[in-house]
Each structure stands twice: as C-alpha cells, then as structure tokens.
C-alpha cells in the first residue's frame, strides 16, 4: 500500500466506484481523492508542496495530449498507467503525497478524475487560505496587468483574496468568461451570438 508521511495512504477509504459510472459518481471520486491529500498535506504542513504540485500537473493536461490520453483512454492497462505516473512525478519533481495518490489512483483505475481532482485541491486549499479561485477564459492571453485588476474587481466583488486561473480559448471571438465557484459571467461575443441564434429561432 502506498504511504504518504507515516501515514498509509488508504484507497479503500476514498473510493469503491466502477469507472463507468456518471459524471456525478466520478466528481464524487475525484473529492473524495482530493479531501485524502489535502487531509495528509495539512497534517504533515506539506500544503505548499502540494499546490505547487496542482500547478505542475495543470501544465502538464493543458500541453500534453499524450498525458491526457494516458489518464483517460481504456487501452492502458493498470500496470502501464501506474509505471508512467510514477516516473512522470518523479521527472515533475512532484510531493510524495501526491505521487502516492496517483500510484494509486492508477492501480484502481481512477485517474481519469485527474482534472476533476485538481479542481477540488485548488479549492480547498484556496479555502483553507481563505481566498477563491476564479477560472478565467479569455479570447486571448491576458496580460499579469488584466489578470491584476480583474483579481481587484472580483475580491471587491466576493470579498476575499482572489487567485487567479487563466486560460485562452480563441473560440470566444473577444470577451472573457470568470467562473468563481458555482457562478459564471459569460461577455464572450460567442455567448452573444449563441443568444442571438437562440432569439432568432424563436421568432422563426
């Protein structure tokens, strides 16, 4: 059994779900994961380490479509998935907790709730600081000045401390779309269009 600290890390306790289930089951999964290591971090004072972790890993979906179809395509068996993790965390320099959890993540066969997870860490250690998360989508890159002031807008707007996340999808034309949590605001020009399209069927 893995271990993370002197602790083991217990799979038993965080999951007993088939990989087909729905989408809810897997994010149930994917909390149940993350609550384990953000648990184990905070017990052993290793939360940074694990955030700096989050960011590795981040990169890692968002530049490497072989990573992500490692994670999620059914051709890799158990052994494959836990031999590439394993020698990927140790060339990302990754926690021992968090090598751990994907060790045995891929023994069971979950790290398909990879991105799931991350998510569920970032916020919950973003709560334990006692700031928020906003994920930002934009048209095109936003410069450290933009994400700065959007940073300052949204913490008058929740009122707390707000890190940004940002990414770019081309596809929005112009505009931004900020998720805080549960809440989104979409001034895509997309999102515009799509509205109008809507309108116009109606009418017609």
Known sequence: MPWAGDRPFRGQDIERVDVSEPASISTGIAERYAT???ELAREGENVKDVEAD???LEAALDESADFRAMIHSP???RAQQAAAVGALAKAMGLSRIMANALALMASKRRLFVLPQL??????LIAEEKGE???EITAARALTEEQQNKLAEALK???GKD???RASVDEGLIGGVIVKVGSKMIDTS???KLANLQNAMKEVG
């Open 36 to 38: 384990a290591v953000f």
């Open 156 to 158: 008058a707007a929740v």
């Open 118 to 123: 991350l998510r569920e860490l970032r916020r």
């Open 54 to 56: 989050l960011d590795i």
């Open 75 to 77: 051709i890799y068996s």
């Open 162 to 164: 707000v890190k940004i």
């Open 189 to 191: 020009i997309r999102s």
């Open 132 to 134: 928020v998360t906003a």
